[in-house]
C-alpha cells in the first residue's frame, strides 16, 4: 500500500536555527498538509498545499513557516528560526481529493528544540 | 467554539470490557466527512474509519462499530471485548468544504484508552 514518508523522523535543534522537515506525499495525490501535535495535545492544522501554492494556513503558520514542493515529489516544512514552543510532532498529509478520498498521514517528525 | 468536541479524556476498562468513545461535531456543511484515527504510544496516527455524511449506517468492523447520528451530531466509536493493545489515543476528525481548495481535517482533543489486564 502506497506510503506517505517522512524524514527525518526525529530532529534536535538549537532555539534560532532553521530546519527543514521533509515529505514524500503519495505520487498521484493532488492536495498536501501539515499539522502539528504538541506533546499530549491534539493534532493541529497548519497548512494545505493545492496547485503549487497555499490554499489555506492557520494563524499558527506565521512569517516563520514556509512551505514548499521543490521537485515534484518533496514537500518540505521549513521553520525559519525555531523557538522552544516548537517543539512538536509534525505530521505530513496527502489526499487525492477531498473527504472521501481519505488522508494518509506519514509516520511523523518529532522536532525537539532546546 | 470547538468544531469537534470529545468529552471523554481519558477512558480506563478492565481487558474484555466494552467501551464507547464519544464524538459530537458541529458543521453548517450539509456535505462533509468523519474520521476515527488511533495514535498509539509510538505516536503515528492510523486511519480506522470514514464516514460521509450521507451514510448513517452502523459499521462495524471485527470488534469495532461505529454509531452515527446526524439527529444529534454525534459519531460514537465502540470496541467490544477491549484489549491491552487497544490501549491509545483515540482522535475524532471532521473534513468539511471550507471553500476552494482547502479541505483541511479538523481533530477533536482525542481521548486516552487504557485498557488493564
Known amino acids: 500500500e502506497p506510503e506517505v514518508t517522512q524524514t527525518p523522523s526525529h530532529q534536535v535543534t538549537q532555539m534560532g536555527q532553521e530546519v527543514i522537515l521533509r515529505c514524500v506525499p503519495i505520487s498521484n495525490h493532488l492536495y498536501f498538509y501539515w499539522y502539528r501535535q504538541i506533546l499530549g495535545q491534539k493534532v493541529e492544522f497548519l497548512v494545505s498545499f493545492y496547485n503549487n501554492e497555499i490554499s489555506e494556513k492557520s494563524e499558527i503558520f506565521d512569517d516563520q513557516f514556509s512551505v514548499e514542493r521543490p521537485d515534484g515529489s518533496n514537500f518540505t516544512l521549513k521553520i525559519r528560526s525555531t523557538k522552544l514552543e516548537d517543539s512538536a510532532m509534525y505530521f505530513c498529509a496527502s489526499s487525492e481529493g477531498w473527504g472521501g478520498y481519505g488522508y494518509t498521514f506519514g509516520s511523523g517528525t518529532r522536532l525537539t528544540v532546546v | 467554539a470547538q468544531k469537534v468536541t470529545q468529552a471523554q479524556t481519558e477512558i480506563s476498562v478492565v481487558e474484555k470490557e466494552d467501551v464507547t468513545l464519544d464524538c459530537v461535531y458541529e458543521?453548517?456543511?450539509?456535505?462533509?466527512?468523519l474520521f476515527w484515527y488511533k495514535q498509539p504510544p509510538s505516536g503515528e496516527l492510523v486511519f480506522l474509519i470514514r464516514r460521509n455524511s450521507f451514510d448513517e449506517q452502523n459499521e462495524i468492523s471485527g470488534r469495532y462499530s461505529w454509531n452515527f447520528q446526524k439527529s444529534t451530531s454525534s459519531f460514537n466509536f465502540t470496541i467490544t471485548a477491549s484489549q491491552v493493545v487497544d490501549s491509545a489515543v483515540y482522535f475524532c476528525?471532521?473534513?468539511?468544504?471550507?471553500?476552494?481548495?482547502?479541505?483541511?481535517?479538523?481533530f477533536g482533543k482525542g481521548t486516552l484508552l487504557t485498557v488493564n489486564p
Open positions: 458543521t453548517r456543511d450539509t456535505t462533509y466527512y
Open positions: 476528525a471532521l473534513s468539511e468544504n471550507s471553500g476552494g481548495s482547502n479541505y483541511k481535517l479538523t
